[in-house]
């Protein structure tokens, strides 16, 4: 299959081309040429597969013709070998808990994915030498693109993190791990730790020696996977008895995960419609309203993963629905919650049913309590594990909620990492000296 960017100024690219890049050479993103229908015997099949079979069948859909199919195959399984269960938390509305990866959070699915397929690429030398990968993180990024990637030949990961603004349990799911992957705690803000990456990306003398890329959302190895749970989801909302008048929402940052739900509905998936749930960085939700796109400033709300001024995956929707703001509208609605909303909105569901939402996935939930229609059944992406945000849970329950062994595991690991400062001739002579 063929990868289009989305600004359409640049030839189209091989999958092996699009991982490798990660974003194409006149700035846009990639897309699939083909956005594949599932067959109705798919769908017919849908709630006896496992979310094995079903990952598998929706990833041949995708990289079926780049891959050989026991390849294909032991990439899909080996990624999902974890568990994501469908809770019902209140009536009508159900959580897709994505947290139960090595991570905790959604974020493993397209990490370990893209980890798998770029050292398959690395294997049959349709990559020439090793691959760079860039990962600047607020937090959860840098952790699922580490573990992802930890032991994977041929591929070294430089995570670039800001000094004292990540926590301690998010420091050392990535700075703890060794072998492959370094760790550069740089002397500024996320926004600096973005910037060095992306002058790394634009820097002509650099890319030619050296094998970048990156590993979040805008690559595709990332962000197609994550269509497999949407489709996972449905299955078991099937299987509880509920067929029809679906709606999704997704809490929403860069508009990677969103927008492989999209793809899925775009499959034949039966979602009728979704909510992109914001925090108070609502930029696609004002463009819902006014019909135009202002990125802005991000402001730091309690639901920081989603703290994004300028949605990367933004093209991408402008992309599937042609820029049309009426087809985007009738498909996608959107919604804002502050901190405040959020806070009430963990206390108020863990009173009143004792499930426990991290904030991200709460602003997913209060958007389907307020925005489901009577007849519809919603189910929302639980993002992350409350425990990986322990200070702002227990700041808003009054009490320390349990931390799982997984998570606990990290903390026993040695911190090792590499003092940068925010200046990129700093990097720059970093990566030249140390990356092969
Ligand atoms: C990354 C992230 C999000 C936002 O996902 P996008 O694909 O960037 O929209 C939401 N919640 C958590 C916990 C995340 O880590």
Known sequence: MKYFSTNKNTPDVSLAMAVTKGLAADNGLFMPEIIEKMPASFFEALPHLSLQEISYRVADAFFGTDVPAEKLKEIVYDTMSF???????????????????????????????????????????????????????????????????????????????????????????????????????IDGTFDDCQALVKSAFLDVPLNEKLILTSANSINVARFLPQAFYYFWGVAQLIKAGVTDQLVCAVPSGNFGNITAGLFGKRMGLPIDRFIAANNRNDIFLEYLNTGEYRPRASVATIANAMDVGAPSNFARVLSLYNSQLSAIKADISGTMYT?????????????????????????????LLDGLQPGETGFFIETAHPAKFLDTMTDILGFEIEVPAKLQEFMKGERKTMALGADFESFRQFLLEKAV
Not at 135 to 163: H, M, R, W
């Open 339 to 367: 901190d405040e909303q959020i806070k009430n909105t963990i206390r108020q569901t863990y009173q009143s049913t004792g499930y426990l939402l991290d904030p991200h996935g709460a602003i997913g939930y209060q958007a």
């Open 83 to 185: 568990y994501i269960p469908l809770v019902k938390v209140s009536d009508d509305i159900y959580s897709l808990e994505l947290f139960h990866g090595p991570t905790l959070a959604f974020k493993d699915v397209g990490a370990r994915f893209m980890a798998r397929l770029l050292g398959y690429f690395n294997q049959q030398h349709k990559v020439e030498g090793n691959v760079n990968v860039l990962v600047a993180t607020s937090g959860d990024t840098g952790s699922a693109v580490a573990n992802g990637f930890l032991g994977v030949e041929g591929i070294d990961v430089y995570v670039l993190y800001p000094k004292g603004l990540v926590s301690e349990i998010q420091e050392k799911q990535f700075t703890t791990l060794g072998q492959n992957i370094t760790a550069l705690e």
